[in-house]
């Protein structure tokens, strides 16, 4: 409850240099009540529990090639259907069918089971409060296999609040009304009636392969992605107090000790920054620390900065900057990689009352111009803030209680911002200083963060309660929606390859559920 995604298709966008003269190609066709399921997932997972997966074609044909070994596992997934399953080999041509699910709603994501809430600020003020940090799915909804009353409702809340150590939970959630709030919109007789959903229309599958990379810890919440400059991906482990480096040709992840292990304070390991040199910064909340990581050499070197920062970049002269996530006032600080210095810089306040709880200081980004732009999630702001003068402006979202998380700036300065609370991308345009909204089509997907595709300026968005990554036409406003072979797939943080275009983003509920680095490529 803390605030805080043609008739064959080919493995054409995975990784170009994973691809070998001994990659595996399984093929085949899935029915449906004898019928082709057309954009169904279906996935091949290999020995080494690397699963490659594409969507069926139109006729229900699919083929996938995967540069791992066999012998693998074949499995299908579509709305409201069981998964069909069996074993392969190099080669194989299989023909899968998949029945009607014992239970539809077993596997529908959160977004499909809270269309049911009634629009307004209370449903806002649930998605950013009751589902900021984890999916509210069937497994939270459901509870010994029966849907919750209000009874069970209250007992959730009161749990969720008890472990709330950072007290991020607004007080304008209250427990007895959002208990009956929930209890009267998700009742029995109302979730029988949602359709689990529709797989993707075969033309957008057809340009699709997707690869899931499991995690060394399963306990694990890799937090954040990033792209080192050696094409390894570096992934921010929460709780083991490490970063991991993975290989996208072998699968194979390296670990890093960023801090020393300790009982009492994990550090949660929460987001990064490479210079210009290759060196890496790393955000330690739960130590209210950065640390710079050599890859090369594994020397790393802590800075103490007094805050619980959420998110880190570095300006023009190699000066790291972060905000404070807890932080009322909303404030920002400066590390100097010279000396040391810490400088602390109060933002201009989104004022909230008490009765509203903490602003959380969330995404920050920099522009070419060394300013910095940074969203306040329950503040509902955004903030410039020009690191050459020190002068800074605030300005409202357009909508209330919209829930503004991790932006992106598109090559031509425009602010991306995703609405976490509404299900909208919003734009901000810095020269004009005007807002333009755009429906992603469902209130509750849960949009957590943006990254602009710098080869054509597409936007992608991870689908938090979706378990879903969507991309964003800038020139047409078409949205393509694609859904994860994993359920629930929390998706955070999102970066895209400059040079190859591949989407990259990590599953990462709090409470843990399925932890996998994922890898989406899209075939234009």
Known sequence: MIRSFTSTLLLAGLLATSASATA????????????????????????????????????????????????????????????????AGDGAVVTLEATPAADPLLLAPSSSLLSLLPEGDDKRRFLLNCAGCHEVAHGRIWKDGKVRDQAKWTEAIKLMKAIDVYALVSPEIDTDKYAAWLSSNLTPERLATLN?????????????????????????????VGIGPDGRIWITAFWTNEMWALDPKTGKIEHFAVTKK??????????????????????LGGTKSVVRLDPKTR??????????????????????????????????????????????????????PDSAGKPLPYGLHIDAKDRLWATQMAGNTLVRFDTRNIEMKLYKMPEAISGPRRSDIDVDGSIWIPEFDTGYLTRFDPDTETFERFNLGNSAIGPYAAAVDPRGGAVWITGSLDSSLLRFDTKTHAVERYPLPTEPAYTRHVVVDAKSGAVWSAYSSLPTAVPKIVRLDRRD
Do not use: C
């Open 196 to 224: 689990p959903g529709a797989v993707v229309q075969p033309a957008i599958g057809g340009k699709v392969t997707i690869t899931e990379y499991p995690v060394p810890v399963t306990s694990e919440l890799p937090h954040d």
């Open 262 to 283: 300790s009982e009492t304070q994990p550090a949660q390991v929460r987001a990064l920054a490479f210079d210009r040199k290759g060196i890496l910064w790393i955000v």
């Open 24 to 87: 595996a190609t399984i093929s085949g066709t899935i029915t449906a009540g004898g019928q082709p399921l057309a954009g169904a997932l279906v996935t091949a997972e290999a020995k080494n529990g690397i699963a490659v997966s594409v969507y069926a074609d139109g006729s229900g044909r699919f083929s996938i090639s995967t540069p791992y070994a066999g012998p693998f596992q074949i499995r299908s997934r579509a709305p409201g259907l069981e998964d069909a399953k069996t074993s």
């Open 299 to 352: 020397k790393i070197r802590t800075y103490p900065i007094g805050m619980y920062a959420h998110d880190i970049v570095l300006d023009s002269k190699g000066s790291a900057w972060f905000n404070d996530y807890f932080s009322k006032p909303e404030r920002v600080g400066n590390l100097n990689p010279v000396t040391g210095k810490v400088t602390i810089y109060a933002l201009p306040s989104a004022n909230l």
